[in-house]
């Protein structure tokens, strides 16, 4: 294994992808997650198109699918072994990611939105799918409530309140999550980082690396394009 094992968390692409030959750490790359809304309200079509231009950066990249995505998507990335909704995958040695797709209800009644119900039996069974790892790491695209990830321009918090519990119960050790694009930047529930980049056109990005010691780092970044 290498000094470091290095993986690249962008969220809401939204169709633009401008931006990705300014992130110098693609090229040492293991991978590429994407925390949801590759399109905007687009099918398996519009996916395919963003997901090959990732895929022609970096060969693996896992995902799942986020409020804009139309439903269908989910199944793409199923049949291509990629989708990562309700799944704790691993990322290297002792880290896995638990991926966490779509939203809870919005006023705009978007393709691909879930009761918070579902997101408690999902995050249940990502708990028990994450035992035994070292580090995990909970991608969602959805941030948890009550936090300065998931204020919107009024100041309302609209995150979920089961991303919030889980976090609250489990401790996992980071939560990358988006949606909310203007709640750019970072917080803390308890031990556990909360981090959103915003939606990727504005440059931002999370750098994961695993170092030979086996210790997890998580940065917050800008495209410097």
Not at 20 to 34: C, F, Q, T
Not at 140 to 168: M, T, W
């Amino acid at each position: 294994m290498p000094a470091k094992a290095v993986w690249i968390v962008v969220g809401d692409v939204h169709e633009n992808l401008t931006r990705l030959p300014d992130i110098p750490e693609l090229a040492e790359a293991s991978g590429v997650v994407v925390n949801g809304d590759f399109t905007n309200y687009g099918g398996p079509g519009k996916l395919a198109g963003i997901y090959g231009a990732l895929a022609e950066r970096c060969p693996r990249v896992l995902g799942h699918v986020g409020n804009l995505d139309r439903p269908e998507c989910q199944d793409w990335l199923e049949t291509r072994g990629v989708n990562i909704h309700a799944r704790a995958v691993e990322l290297a040695p002792g880290v896995c990611a638990m991926g966490l797709g779509g939203s809870t209800p919005t006023p705009a009644r978007t393709p691909t939105e879930y009761p918070e119900e579902a997101y408690e039996g999902w995050l249940k069974d990502l708990a028990r799918q994450a035992e035994g790892f070292r580090h995990a790491v909970l991608v969602s695209h959805n941030p948890p409530k009550d936090c300065s990830c998931d204020r919107i321009a009024s100041g309302l918090h609209v995150g979920s309140q089961a991303v919030r519990g889980f976090i609250e119960a489990h401790a996992p050790e980071i939560c990358i999550c988006g949606h909310i694009h203007e709640a750019r930047g970072e917080d803390r529930i308890g031990s556990t980082r909360i981090i959103n980049p915003g939606a990727f056109k504005d440059g931002g990005y999370v750098v994961l690396s695993l170092a030979s010691d086996g210790s997890l780092e998580a940065e917050l970044k800008f495209a410097a394009g």
